[in-house]
């Protein structure tokens, strides 16, 4: 590979969450003296980025003046050519785009152009807890159609349930999550058609969370929402950002794409309201870095480890762990396990379990933040050596050796 994804970088002191917080608040424990921890629970990449955006800020860094700026126009190209690319958006102007400081204010953006605090929301659940946070803190009303798996273990929406709650709640926005966040489900074109369809017939408007787009497993395939009709273009905000397929959350910066000149400008109202969505002139040109053909190969190569690494994780899990199970997801890089079994056997709760692991440095994430009352999520961006490490810990230290 041409790019660096084995070595193991030391966070330590460097401002990371997911190794600097262990222990305290609301991070997992800190692990017991003669174990490291190995971070699997916050969505950060424990990877180098590519070299092109820390290229492109240490260049901006060199001029000494940080004063008012305005957007560059390699902002924008960045983004349609990367979109055409990856994507296949045909038609993607400037116009289009906005820019959010993160897909959790641009959520709440459009839903104020959607709807009013105290009406209801359409949810999937399980359910990213950012968006259940977001909601309730904005005084919305959740209202959640639950994924269901099949008789392969896929992951798919019950249309039925999502449209009767729709009805029976006049429920007038949804949140579509696409790849979906916790599970993992890279949803195929007729999925989104036949979900959209749904909206349109009950005059719903969707904000579609694609903020994991880039990051699809196993040669697979995105579909943008707004790509599966006119009606799905003209209803959707779309909303994106680098930070998560480049380890970029510390930096700032999300964007959204909206046709629709109308909803654009709705919205574009709404986030402005706040005084305080705009964006770090280091963060558009980190974009500008990222999004370069260097940004494509290194993406390419961070999806064939990803796809390793799910494939070594899941096998273990559903191969070694009795009593768990996992389905393998399609895209980002969480597993979302079911670990219900093994707690009714073994006579443990959930808290028991995750302590279990935290003990051993094992710096997983409780599942019940997304809604899973038995499940535990796993953030498997670290280079294999140390996936490998974690699950010889879990077999020797916890669902193997949990009544030694």
């Known amino acids: 590979m041409k790019y660096d994804f084995e070595t193991i970088i030391d966070r330590r002191g460097k401002d990371a969450l997911a190794i600097d917080a262990l222990g305290g608040g609301w991070a997992p424990g800190a692990p017991k003296e003669g174990f490291d921890a190995i971070p699997m629970w916050v969505a950060d990449m424990n990877f180098a980025t590519v070299p092109t955006i820390t290229e492109a800020i240490i260049e901006r860094a060199k001029h000494p003046l940080f004063g008012y700026y305005s957007t560059r126009d390699e902002y924008y190209d960045a983004i349609i050519?990367?979109?055409k690319r990856r994507n296949g958006a045909e038609g993607l102007l400037p116009e289009h785009i906005g820019y959010e400081n993160g897909v959790l204010g641009g959520l709440m953006s459009a839903l104020g152009t959607f709807c009013s605090r105290g009406e209801s929301v359409l949810v999937h659940s399980p359910t990213y807890m950012g968006f259940t946070g977001s909601l309730k803190n904005a005084g919305y009303n959740i209202v959640a159609?639950?994924?269901?798996?099949?008789?392969?273990?896929?992951?798919?929406?019950d249309l039925a349930d999502m449209e009767e709650k729709i009805v029976n709640n006049r429920i007038h926005a949804a949140i579509f999550c696409s790849p979906h966040n916790p599970t993992g489900r890279v949803w195929e074109r007729w999925e989104i058609e036949k979900a959209m369809e749904l909206y349109k017939k009950h005059d719903v408007y969707v904000v579609s969370d694609e903020?994991?787009?880039d990051i699809i497993?196993?040669?697979?395939?995105?579909?943008?929402?707004?790509?599966?009709s006119e009606d799905a273009k003209q209803r959707t905000v779309a909303l994106y950002a680098p930070s998560k397929t480049f380890n970029l959350a510390g930096l700032i910066g999300s964007y959204h794409i909206i046709y629709n000149k109308r909803l654009h400008d709705r919205v574009k109202k709404e986030a402005s309201l706040c005084h305080y969505n705009s964006m770090n002139v280091l963060s558009m040109h980190a974009l500008i870095g990222a999004y370069k053909e260097e940004g494509h190969e290194w993406v390419d190569e961070l999806n064939s480890v990803l796809s390793a690494n799910v494939e070594y994780a899941c096998d273990y899990i559903n191969g070694h762990f009795a009593g768990v199970s996992a389905a393998k997801p399609q895209g980002t890089y969480m597993v979302f396990m079911d670990c219900g079994e093994w707690l009714a056997e073994h006579g443990k709760t959930?808290?028991?379990?995750?302590?279990?692991?935290?003990?051993?440095?094992?710096?997983?994430?409780d599942g019940r933040q997304h809604g899973g009352s038995t499940?535990?999520?796993?953030?498997?961006?670290?280079?294999l050596s140390r996936v490998k490490e974690a699950f010889r810990r879990m077999d020797k230290?916890?669902?193997?050796?949990?009544?030694?």
């Open 217 to 228: 497993l196993f040669g697979g395939k995105h579909i943008p929402t707004q790509s599966v």
């Open 211 to 213: 903020i994991w787009s």
């Open 350 to 365: 959930l808290d028991e379990l995750l302590k279990m692991g935290h003990d051993v440095g094992v710096a997983w994430q």
């Open 81 to 83: 050519d990367w979109q």
């Open 145 to 157: 159609s639950p994924l269901v798996r099949d008789e392969n273990g896929v992951w798919r929406m």
């Open 375 to 383: 499940h535990i999520r796993l953030n498997l961006a670290l280079p």
């Open 397 to 404: 230290y916890v669902f193997n050796g949990a009544d030694t």
